[in-house]
């Protein structure tokens, strides 16, 4: 396969001025601990006997001397948290010694990672991740490609924009070749786009007599499981039956009454009442027709529909999903407010991809894990019938495809790629045209050489050669252009004189993937172009106008997801029993919720410390009914005042925050104080240890989360971590697992049985803690107010961030003096977001390689 050469040197060269380093911390360990090495060490680690390999007679105590030097000191870490060492024959270590050892080393091991880490200010050439590959190809040619097949964005700490973790084989150009084929024949081939229609679906012209029909099988069933079982001599398979185990599970049809219930309603002879039914995830649910291939484009679905007073709020919510198989996507949810005497029409819009086949559903609301069928269940339990339905539905319409932006996007980058042929060229010509403006766009400013051309024109005529129509034989040269290096890396070969200095075309891509993860658009290459876009002001104004475009939002949701950890949203599944207001709908909407509330700080200037603490919240009205906020209408989201002492209001109040800190079953403080520490006071904790001692002698026991944590604290090679964390997760207690308040924990005990426990045992929250500078608190406002008043620590944390998602590379030592400066500045403007920005775009290391 052809691409475009780049010398393995280049794609991993090395580009950015350093910035001038503040002094380092200390990484030597006290030399009192030298003398804790040699008596209790030496006997099997000096330099004589290296038992194991392992020398520490001759380890420096400059834990960070080298690469080298700081994995033995990390193996030394290990092995004392694990207490592995010293050996059970040996001399035990003095708790009091053992803490202070542990203490400092993992102090300086954390300086020492940041330090081994740094790149010294270099930026390493970098292949376009995930995001950025996918709205690549979308602004090329209007069409999103299926990602989940290229390379991984190898981001396990940091951001997925590192370019020392985005790495490349030949095997995945294949990958990337192939998709590049897919995406190109979608536009460039003609395909038979169906005419636009309305589909109107009644649907107890199905529903009612399914139930109909359920309901005579059961009855059918339990009549010949009873009759079976009424005698002896004749075997089941007479009555239909595989056992005897079959039958005694079918003589009661727990499910029947459902079935009859629903039956005996007079609205489900003109409509669908939405109800659980006996099968997981068996929401009763509108399916409509199936979206082919060619049948891409907008689509409209109108409900008509009315809710059940009495239900419980969280079902007067439609959900709209699509998918085929076991695959499913959530697509949005609408509030049903109308009565049944007076039903609402809602209309829902959805965007059918090209080349995809999609079925989409309209049902209520629903769990991740068998919650919905494990309540219904409970429900059967003690009303006899199941879960209260919450919506009916008359009809469903679905109308499309109608034109949408993406298919006008299509149209445009196929007359853009197949630009009108002048009267006096001839098609080899024309096509060598074609083959040479595709490229230069693909590179983003940067012109391909005449040999490359040259060989991509003998793919085009060899095609050709071969029988294949002119459009068919253009898709060998392209796909190759779209496998190449040139575009699939962000490429940077400076020739100005020092060397350093990015050129204006690469600035303007450095710019475009910086706050839209996308190339840069005609107007900042025509500014790249003339050379002015390396004017400071006309920088400016471009960065402003960068930031004002809908395509930021891919600078929101990739640096807030990736800054906030907000993948442990995803990680554990919450039990619908436990938390059955925790759905699908709120874990969805909370993870909006953050990314919402940065965008409104953002466009609204406002300072940066109002994720600490605020007096409103950004949300819709899904997550005003979890947080139980009145008078929020509509899905949009927007602005909501909160009062004083509400619980909301800044990130420790967000439910996706404080959902990540747990395991979907119980809260973890110490997961939460961790990620106080990591994220709102810039003092992050060191990473925990892969071999920490189980606490055994707890196994068996219910114990509040507080006495969980003490415990661990009488652990010397935990408590010095532990003592700092904890408390702050003590004051996020009154929070269950899905960030409701309680005041107190409840953990089940006994049997469980569809969700439910025998039993549960009730502590009381001690919401009290410390934080690590000193300051005390009763409770979560006070832990709030606390953690607010450390704005100048969370201003530099987000500082440094933005700078490693900016660079493309970890924040180091040497970029001490840019965030000072960076953050000076967004102080001058009340610390707005935008400042920040304009501040790292404006700055030398911005605009050098």
Known sequence: MLIQRISFALLFTVTCHAAVAEERPSTEMPSRHAELLESHCFDCHDSATKEANIDLESLSMNVAENMATAELWSKVLGALNSGEMPPEDSEPLLDADKLAFLEDLSEKMVTARRILSDSGGDIVMRRLNRREYANTVEALLGVRPDVTTLPDDQATAGFDTAGASLFLSSDQIEQYHATAIENLKLILLSR????????????????????????????????????FLSQSEKPAS????????????????????????????????????????????????????????????KYLVKVRAAMYPDADERHHYLEFSSGLGTGRKLLGWRKVTASMEDPQTIDFEFTHEPGAKQQVWVHQRSHQDRGDKNLATLDMWDNGIGTPPGIWIDWVELHGPLPSDQTIAIETARDSILFERPNDMDESEY????????????????????????????????????????????????????????????????????????????????????????????????????????????????????????????????FVHQWLQMERLDMFQFDGVDFPNFDNAVRENARQELFETFSHLLEN????????????????????????????????????????????????????????????????????????????????????????????????ETLPARELARAHQEQPQCANCHQKIDPIGFGLENFDAAGRWRDQEVIGVGRRRYGRWDDEVRFDIEPSGKLPIGQSFANFFELRDAVAQHKDAFVRGFTEALIAYGLGRPFGFTDQELANQISSQAKQHNHSIRQFIHALVQSPEFQTR
């Not at 005996?264 to 039914?277: D, F, H, K, N, S």
């Not at 809260?667 to 990473?687: F, I, Q, T, Y």
Request: net charge negative; glycine share 6%; aromatic share 8%.
């Open 192 to 227: 038979r786009h169906p005419t636009a229609k309305t589909v109107r679906i009644e649907p107890e012209e199905y529903y009612t007599q399914h139930y109909a029909d359920a309901a005579e099988q059961m009855r059918d069933m339990g009549k010949r499981a009873n009759a």
């Open 238 to 297: 007479e009555f239909g039956l595989l056992d005897e185990y079959q039958a005694k599970k079918q003589k009661v049809q727990e499910w029947l009454p459902l079935m009859e219930n629903y039956l005996a309603r007079p609205e489900t002879q003109t409509g669908i009442t939405l109800i659980m039914t006996i099968k997981q995830g068996g929401y009763t649910k509108v399916k409509l027709p199936t979206q082919h291939p060619d049948a891409d484009g």
């Open 431 to 558: 096509a060598r045209q074609v083959i040479r403006r595709f490229a230069a766009r693909a590179f983003r400013g940067s012109q391909p050489d005449e040999g490359y051309l040259q060989r991509l024109n003998q793919h085009y005529q060899t095609a050709r050669d071969q029988g294949q129509p002119f459009t068919e034989a253009l898709i060998s040269p392209l796909s190759i252009v779209l496998a190449s290096p040139s575009f699939l890396y962000q490429v940077e070969q400076s020739e100005s004189a020092n060397g350093r200095e990015l050129s204006p075309s690469e600035l303007a891509v450095r710019l475009s993937y910086f706050l839209w993860s996308a190339p840069p658009d005609d107007e900042l290459l025509r500014l790249a172009e003339s050379g002015r876009l390396s004017d400071p002001s006309i920088l400016a104004s471009q960065t402003e106008r960068l930031l004002r475009d809908s395509r930021s939002r891919a600078f929101i949701e990739g």
């Open 605 to 700: 200037d406002l300072p940066l410390d109002k994720l600490l603490k605020a007096d409103f919240v950004v949300i819709n009205d899904l997550l005003a009914g979890y947080y139980e906020i009145e008078g929020v209408e509509g899905h949009e989201f927007r602005k909501v005042s909160v009062p004083q002492d509400s619980l909301r209001g800044g990130l420790l109040g967000t439910a996706a925050v404080l959902a990540m800190g747990s395991d979907g079953q119980r809260s973890s403080p110490v997961e939460r104080g961790a990620w106080v520490l990591r994220h709102l006071l810039n003092d992050p904790p060191p990473p925990a240890p892969p071999n920490v001692p189980q606490l055994s002698r707890l196994a068996g």
